[in-house]
């Protein structure tokens, strides 16, 4: 898996994306984001209690799919954010950050394959896998690993991510000038 402090960092490119389309990105939605983001890991706990990889709730299964991102999204939706005007938004939104986490999850270049499309299709990973794979649990996190991990997905997750959020920023301000 990538790991849980990578993530996230979807948010950098999503949020000021959304917010540049004239959808407002509040915290509310920022931490339900963060939220979706990591949330398809709790696929782990299975890992500790004997559910085998390949099995479809065990890691990197079912939680890991698009399909999961968007019951999640809009549950989550639906429930949080029952006023919002701009629910659409939201839900695209809140589906992007939980389908990124297989997505990341793909690149990678160990442990079990992903079910991104299940029920639909096959476990996968994409072609180009440039991520290094992060160990479950904390303690496996250390040292020189942890760099060699971190120093993949600076550059082939948070980079990219800052880019596009900072041209997301610059299009939110250009139009908030322009108009």
């Known amino acids: 898996m990538a790991s849980a ?3 996230p960092t979807v948010l950098l490119a999503l949020a000021p994306a959304f917010r540049a389309a004239g959808a407002g990105m509040d915290r509310r939605a920022l931490l339900f984001g963060a939220l979706c983001c990591l949330l398809p890991d709790i696929d782990a706990v299975g890992y500790w209690l004997g559910v085998p990889s390949s099995a479809p709730w065990g890691h990197r299964g079912a939680t890991h799919s698009i399909f999961f991102a968007a019951i999640l999204a809009g549950g989550i939706t639906a429930a949080a954010f029952r006023d919002a005007a701009s629910r659409g938004a939201v839900f695209l939104f809140l589906f992007l950050c939980g389908a990124s986490h297989g997505f990341l999850d793909m ?15 096959e476990r996968s990973f994409l072609p180009w896998r440039p991520l290094r794979v992060s160990p479950i649990g904390v303690r496996r996190f250390v040292g020189p690993r ?7 997905e600076i550059l082939w997750v948070w980079i990219p991510c800052l880019a596009l959020g900072a ?13």
């Not at 079990?112 to 029920?119: N, S």
């Not at 942890?146 to 993949?152: F, G, K, N, P, Y």
């Not at 041209?167 to 108009?179: C, D, M």
């Open 5 to 7: 402090i990578s993530h």
């Open 146 to 152: 942890a760099v060699a991990i971190l120093s993949t």
């Open 167 to 179: 041209l997301g920023r610059i299009v939110t301000r250009s139009r908030h000038r322009a108009g």
């Open 107 to 121: 690149m990678t270049d160990g442990g079990p394959p992903v079910a991104w499309l299940a029920p639909f299709g």
